[in-house]
DNA sequence: ATGATACATCGATAGTTATCAATGTCGTGT
DNA sequence: ACACGACATTGATAACTATCGATGTATCAT
């Protein structure tokens, strides 16, 4: 079952359970460089955006963003495939869906 | 000039101010005690509900709760006020506007 | 094979956070 | 004034996180 299902489910408060599955989501986007890194990539749309091209704008070292993408990635919110030496970063399908629940809720 | 129209601002890419405004209210949702919390409070409406009723369903200590309710409240997603020795927690009006004008972006 | 480029991982450090016991503060009732 | 209940604050600790330099890995071009 998806997280989003777990979140809008039932009537009653929000279950523990939930809340420990939505709440790293949160966490994935409570950081400045994460949003415009989730923002950089959202623009980009469906081809994406190289992970080259998302170093010098947000004025990181090379490692401080391969880890913040790591924690969108593992976040479930961006998804990477490898072309050759690059790799190639787009929005996870219905990234947000289970925050957009919460939100609305 | 409000976060959610500096999130909303423009064209252009999310700016470093408005990223840095956002991420604090990530953060407050970025814990499933707050998650719940936040929710509790939501569904207890315009009424607002008692401190006193959100430490028991919890299962954390009277310090934790009431230093999560502090989060909340700083990152301007509750509100408080006094009645007594009670203290009451509503939704802060537009919580999260900015939240969701990042979402929908 | 060699070198170069793109990206990830490691190790270290400084800053932040979640938690609770103990204590403090404020309002109420007696 | 005094005791009590509701909540906040303090102090301490363990866990987590953002950052970067150094290093490792994988791919491509020659």
């Known amino acids: 079952m998806t997280i989003a299902k777990q979140v809008q489910l039932g009537k009653g408060p929000l ?19 994460r949003l ?18 998302l170093t010098e704008p947000l004025d990181r070292s090379q490692p401080t963003i391969s880890h913040h993408l790591k924690v969108l990635r593992e976040a479930g919110l961006v998804e990477s495939r490898r072309d050759g030496t690059w790799i190639w970063y787009s929005i996870a399908p219905r990234a947000l869906d289970a925050v957009s629940q919460f939100i609305q809720r």
């Open 15 to 33: 279950a523990d359970s939930a809340a420990s599955a939505l709440a790293p989501m949160f966490a994935a986007l409570a950081d400045p460089i």
């Open 36 to 53: 415009r890194l989730f923002d950089l990539v959202r623009r980009a749309g469906v081809d994406g955006i190289c992970s080259c091209d």
